[in-house]
T-cell receptor, first 112, second 115 residues
Framework: EDQVTQSPEALRLQEGESSSLNCSYTVSGLRGLFWYRQDPGKGPEFLFT???AGEEKEKERLKATLTKKESFLHITAPKPEDSATYLC?????????????FGTGTRLKVLA | NAGVMQNPRHLVRRRGQEARLRCSPM?????VYWYRQLPEEGLKFMVY????????ESGMPKERFSAEFPKEGPSILRIQQVVRGDSAAYFCASSRNPGVADTQYFGPGTRLTVL
């Protein structure tokens, strides 16, 4: 069964303390891995799409990487405004169409 | 360039009433997905629609739930005879063409509370 697991569930960092969030997946027929940021009471905001192992994408303090089994979201020198839930999703090809499977997210809190 | 729009943002219903949630996709997008999110949980896929077609409804309960995306107008997720367990945030996402490299963009959600 296709599955996406994110770890840790929650993470508290001091401002400036770099860290990484993990998204591991077991799927057949990966057609993209997506990272989203979700603030309380809002919809997920798109961050990155990765398609093949070895690919990397960067945006400000965030950098996403992809291997054949997992993806990492690296946060360099985080600020309090980076506090949010970060969601990972995979798109798989199934029964002639595409399906998106989401992990349960990592709740990040950055303390000033 | 307007993003995905959902209304209402908050909806309160009593048990047994009907809930209608609306979603207007981004301009140029013809694919709509509905998800449900419970507190502290991830997004659970419900249904995937194109204009006038349901492509995949494997995540939607067989009873009381239905969805449509007419040729004109927004996509609608309808929940009949709501129960307390239906209380959740419902998100709509749209994409341009899942057949190629594609990305889903989400709306702000509708928060349904069943009393």
């Amino acid at each position: 069964e296709d599955q996406v697991t994110q770890s840790p569930e929650a993470l508290r960092l001091q401002e400036g303390e770099s860290s990484s969030l993990n998204c591991s997946y077991t799927v057949s027929g990966l057609r993209g891995l997506f990272w989203y940021r979700q603030d309380p009471g809002k919809g997920p905001e798109f961050l990155f799409t990765l398609y093949s192992a070895g690919e990397e994408k960067e945006k400000e303090r965030l950098k996403a990487t992809l291997t054949k089994k997992e993806s990492f979201l690296h946060i360099t020198a985080p600020k309090p405004e980076d506090s949010a839930t970060y969601l990972c999703a995979v798109r798989v090809r199934t029964s002639g169409t595409y399906k998106y499977i989401f992990g349960t997210g990592t709740r990040l809190k950055v303390l000033a | 360039n307007a993003g995905v729009m959902q209304n209402p943002r908050h909806l309160v219903r009593r048990r047994g009433q009907e809930a209608r949630l609306r979603c207007s996709p981004m301009k140029g997008h013809s694919h709509v997905y509905w998800y449900r999110q419970l507190p502290e949980e991830g997004l659970k896929f419900m249904v995937y629609l194109q204009k006038e077609n349901i492509i995949d409804e494997s995540g939607m309960p067989k009873e009381r739930f239905s969805a449509e995306f007419p040729k004109e107008g927004p996509s609608i997720l309808r929940i009949q005879q709501v129960v307390r367990g239906d209380s959740a945030a419902y998100f709509c996402a749209s994409s341009r063409n899942p057949g190629v490299a594609d990305t889903q963009y989400f709306g702000p959600g509708t928060r349904l509370t069943v009393l």
